[in-house]
Nanobody
Framework: QVQLVESGGGLVQPGGSLRLSCAAS????????MAWYRQAPGKQRVLVAT???????TYLDSVKGRFTMSRDNAKNTVYLQMNSLKPEDTAVYYC?????WGQGTQVTVSS
C-alpha cells in the first residue's frame, strides 16, 4: 500500500522560505511522475508542481521562479523548495503519486 508523508510546513513571514518533503513507502518513486497540490481554505485543490522520471518539472504560473520541485530517488522522497513566499501561498500542501495522497502539511505565510 502506498503511503506518502509530508513534512516541513509551518508559519513563515512574507518573503521567507520553506522546504517541504514527501517521503514515500510501498512504492518506488523512481519511474513515476509525482506532484504537489495545494488547497487554500474554501477553495479547490490545485496543482502546484510536477516532476517526471527524467526530472522534468512543471509549475503553476503563480509560483514559477519561486518554487522548485526535486526528487531524491535513493531516499524515495520529493521536495518542494518554496522561496519568496506570499500570503496567497497559504494552503495545505499535498503530495500525490498515482492515486494516492499524503495527509497534507499546513503552510501559513503571514506577518
Amino acid at each position: 500500500q502506498v503511503q506518502l508523508v509530508e513534512s516541513g510546513g509551518g508559519l513563515v513571514q512574507p518573503g521567507g522560505s520553506l522546504r517541504l518533503s514527501c517521503a514515500a513507502s510501498g512504492i518506488t518513486i523512481r519511474i513515476y511522475v509525482m506532484a504537489w497540490y495545494r488547497q487554500a481554505p474554501g477553495k479547490q485543490r490545485v496543482l502546484v508542481a510536477t516532476i517526471d522520471s527524467g526530472n522534468n518539472t512543471t509549475y503553476l504560473d503563480s509560483v514559477k521562479g519561486r518554487f522548485t520541485m526535486s526528487r531524491d530517488n535513493a531516499k524515495n522522497t520529493v521536495y518542494l523548495q518554496m522561496n519568496s513566499l506570499k500570503p496567497e501561498d497559504t494552503a495545505v500542501y499535498y503530495c500525490f503519486i498515482l492515486n494516492s495522497w499524503g495527509q497534507g502539511t499546513q503552510v501559513t505565510v503571514s506577518s
